[in-house]
T-cell receptor, first 112, second 111 residues
């Protein structure tokens, strides 16, 4: 399967814990995006990488959130000291310039 | 006001009917336009890009009106499997091509 891969698919954790998600983009795509989606809403942009450089972060992304793409391939999104409001689907997408982005299955985070 | 707006629906439509959705966007610098489809608790999947001259893919027709800043999606001969949420999406080169999403229009096709 050469699509975008995300893991884990589901994560349930207690409030205050740290969580880390991984995204493996389509190999020839140099752009990687993280989005967050809550019920009844469209996805919201969180951050964007071109190769290994993180070029943009949304104001939605608090200091508790950090993302990396160390070698320009896979990316990780970490949330520290999780809060109830962090419960959402976290979507990763990859693409090339203005071509349509391709999405992974997402990681559904539930904070207890 | 949201940058991309859609009627949330739901649109309840009998099988075989034709249904149309509109979406408006507020930033005239928007460059690329897409319709994505999202099934319940699944990731969005690209349905079709929207080109200035309008484009068709089987039962689906998309149109763009830059002057009025809206895009539309027409579904003909609707199938039960068309039931989903349809998300209108725009992007701009100036924003690193990040996608700006509408909240989606829910479509329910009834037998």
């Amino acid at each position: 399967d050469t699509g975008v891969s995300q893991n884990p698919r589901h994560k349930i954790t207690k409030r205050g814990q740290n969580v880390t998600f991984r995204c493996d983009p389509i190999s020839e795509h140099n752009r990687l995006y993280w989005y967050r989606q809550t019920l009844g809403q469209g996805p919201e942009f969180l951050t964007y990488f071109q190769n290994e450089a993180q070029l943009e972060k949304s104001r939605l992304l608090s200091d508790r959130f950090s993302a990396e793409r160390p070698k320009g391939s896979f990316s990780t999104l970490e949330i520290q000291r999780t809060e109830q409001g962090d419960s959402a689907m976290y979507l990763c997408a990859s693409g090339v310039s203005n071509q349509p982005q391709h999405f992974g299955d997402g990681t559904r985070l539930s904070i207890l | 006001r949201k940058e991309v707006e859609q009627d949330p629906g739901p649109f309840n439509v009998p099988e075989g009917a034709t249904v149309a959705f509109n979406c408006t966007y507020s930033n005239s610098a928007s460059q690329s336009f897409f319709w994505y489809r999202q099934d319940c608790r699944k990731e969005p999947k690209l349905l079709m890009s929207v080109y200035s001259s309008g484009n068709e893919d089987g039962r689906f027709t998309a149109q763009l009106n830059r002057a009025s800043q809206y895009i539309s999606l027409l579904i003909r001969d609707s199938k039960l499997s068309d039931s989903a949420t349809y998300l209108c999406v725009v992007n701009r080169r100036a924003s690193n091509y990040q996608l700006i999403w509408g909240a989606g229009t829910k479509l329910i096709i009834k037998p």
